[in-house]
């Protein structure tokens, strides 16, 4: 190629790129008044395609800070509350159903997925893999993780509990509980006053 094709071939991609970004956020933003939540840029994933198709609702008043990152496969859906909030580098990945109530708040780095890689080809590299659903992951309403949760498949965790930092969350867990560890176990319940 030569520099005049270069240089030609190199102002047309920037106007594409650029255009392409200011398109993307407009219909994000978009989205976003006509659902009546919020969004701080920059977000990853899927979510344009996924508002657009309908598989991820986001409730109103809902917020998601920069580096919140949505992922869902083909078929999966991602329902999200009225009133959350979800802090920076809090990562959804659905191949099914993942399902927040209203009110959840997650603190940084907090990851909620309904499956697992595969790992049962010795002669494939794990990532080549792909992923096997675990089943479908359920979060209650008003509830509260700490930095650094992780929440796998086929999991629910009532309405009202607290769940300590760096927490590996693996088995269900009741209303109105306090838990922590890796894996998650209950601390104590939580005595709700009035």
């Given at each position: 190629?030569?520099?005049?094709?270069?240089?030609?071939?190199?102002?047309?991609?920037?106007?594409?790129?650029?255009?392409?970004?200011?398109?993307?956020?407009?219909?994000?933003?978009?989205?976003?008044?006509?659902?009546?939540?919020?969004?701080?840029?920059?977000?990853?994933?899927?979510?344009?395609?996924?508002?657009?198709?309908?598989?991820?609702?986001?409730?109103?008043?809902?917020?998601?800070?920069?580096?919140?990152?949505?992922?869902?496969?083909?078929?999966?859906?991602?329902?999200?509350?009225?009133?959350?909030?979800?802090?920076?580098?809090?990562?959804?990945?659905?191949?099914?159903?993942?399902?927040?109530?209203?009110?959840?708040?997650?603190?940084?780095?907090?990851?909620v997925g309904d499956s697992d890689h595969r790992y049962d080809d010795p002669s494939k590299p794990v990532t080549w893999q792909g992923f096997e659903p675990k089943g479908p992951v359920r979060?209650?309403?008003?509830?509260?993780?700490?930095?650094?949760?992780?929440?796998?498949?086929?999991?629910?965790?009532?309405?009202?509990?607290?769940?300590?930092?760096?927490?590996?969350?693996?088995?269900?867990?009741?209303?109105?509980?306090?838990?922590?560890?890796?894996?998650?176990?209950?601390?104590?319940?939580?005595?709700?006053?009035?």
């Amino acid at each position: 190629m030569s520099p005049a094709q270069w240089r030609t071939w190199w102002v047309k991609r920037r106007w594409y790129e650029r255009n392409s970004r200011l398109r993307r956020r407009w219909r994000l933003r978009r989205h976003a008044a006509r659902g009546g939540f919020y969004i701080r840029e920059p977000v990853e994933g899927e979510l344009l395609e996924a508002l657009d198709s309908g598989r991820l609702e986001i409730g109103r008043d809902t917020l998601l800070e920069p580096g919140c990152w949505l992922t869902l496969g083909p078929q999966a859906r991602i329902r999200i509350g009225d009133g959350c909030f979800l802090n920076r580098e809090t990562m959804l990945a659905a191949v099914e159903l993942i399902e927040i109530g209203d009110h959840v708040m997650f603190a940084n780095h907090c990851f909620v997925g309904d499956s697992d890689h595969r790992y049962d080809d010795p002669s494939k590299p794990v990532t080549w893999q792909g992923f096997e659903p675990k089943g479908p992951v359920r979060i209650g309403d008003n509830c509260w993780l700490g930095v650094g949760c992780v929440v796998t498949g086929d999991v629910t965790i009532g309405e009202r509990c607290v769940i300590g930092s760096n927490s590996v969350v693996t088995r269900d867990l009741p209303s109105g509980v306090i838990a922590a560890g890796a894996p998650a176990k209950v601390i104590r319940e939580i005595e709700f006053r009035g």
